[in-house]
T-cell receptor, first 111, second 115 residues
Framework: GNSVTQMEGPVTLSEEAFLTINCTYT??????LFWYVQYPGEGLQLLLK?????DKGSNKGFEATYRKETTSFHLEKGSVQVSDSAVYFC??????????FGQGTTLQVKP | DTGVSQDPRHKITKRGQNVTFRCDPI?????LYWYRQTLGQGPEFLTY????????KSRLLSDRFSAERPKGSFSTLEIQRTEQGDSAMYLC?????????????FGPGTRLTVL
């Protein structure tokens, strides 16, 4: 069945450091891929998405590229801020629209 | 605010009791999803509706769980004879087709604690 695997956390970085959170997936067909973010005490928010191979999703300085050949959708940001501290979830969806999530990666950014 | 709302936000109950949660989706959205999230894990799909029709249920959804969306608007999720393993955050999301994609918008969740 479809599944998503994320790198283990927590990830701890200093402000302005480069961020990569790895995400790989297993899916039949051509899923759409997403990154969701959950800030402390808040609900899940869509961060970015990509619907087909080689698409790049971007938002708030974060980017991820849909790589079909490596079945990956790694999240990157060039310079993190303290306000980026949150839990990040990689997810995919197929034809029915239901989301399949990874286990989440906690990011802590220190000043 | 026109986002997805859930009620209650927190529920504490004793094992064996029944509980019911409500989700009000974004008004023009025809799809509504329920997920469950336990501590340290990603959300897991439970079930979804298109309008009032329940189109898919996860194998996670035991016969103690039932969900309805009677008029294609709000939805309820009921858990009968709660068990401690039901303790989790229950998330609702709604969506409609836009640009060929059903982008889901999540509510704040209902946190259930079963004592």
């Amino acid at each position: 069945g479809n599944s998503v695997t994320q790198m283990e956390g927590p990830v701890t970085l200093s402000e302005e450091a480069f961020l990569t959170i790895n995400c790989t997936y297993t899916a039949t067909g051509y899923p759409s891929l997403f990154w969701y973010v959950q800030y402390p005490g808040e609900g899940l928010q869509l961060l970015l998405k990509a619907t087909k191979a080689d698409d790049k999703g971007s938002n708030k300085g974060f980017e991820a590229t849909y790589r079909k050949e490596t079945t990956s959708f790694h999240l990157e940001k060039g310079s993190v801020q303290v306000s980026d501290s949150a839990v990040y979830f990689c997810a995919l969806t197929g034809n029915t629209g239901k989301l399949i999530f990874g286990q989440g990666t906690t990011l802590q950014v220190k000043p | 605010d026109t986002g997805v709302s859930q009620d209650p936000r927190h529920k504490i109950t004793k094992r064996g009791q029944n509980v019911t949660f409500r989700c009000d989706p974004i008004s023009e959205h025809n799809r509504l999803y329920w997920y469950r999230q336990t501590l340290g894990q990603g959300p897991e799909f439970l079930t979804y509706f298109q309008n009032e029709a329940q189109l898919e249920k996860s194998r996670l959804l035991s016969d103690r769980f039932s969900a309805e969306r009677p008029k294609g608007s709000f939805s309820t999720l009921e858990i009968q004879r709660t068990e401690q393993g039901d303790s989790a955050m229950y998330l609702c999301a709604s969506s409609s087709l836009a640009g060929g994609l059903y982008e889901q918008f999540f509510g704040p969740g209902t946190r259930l604690t079963v004592l």
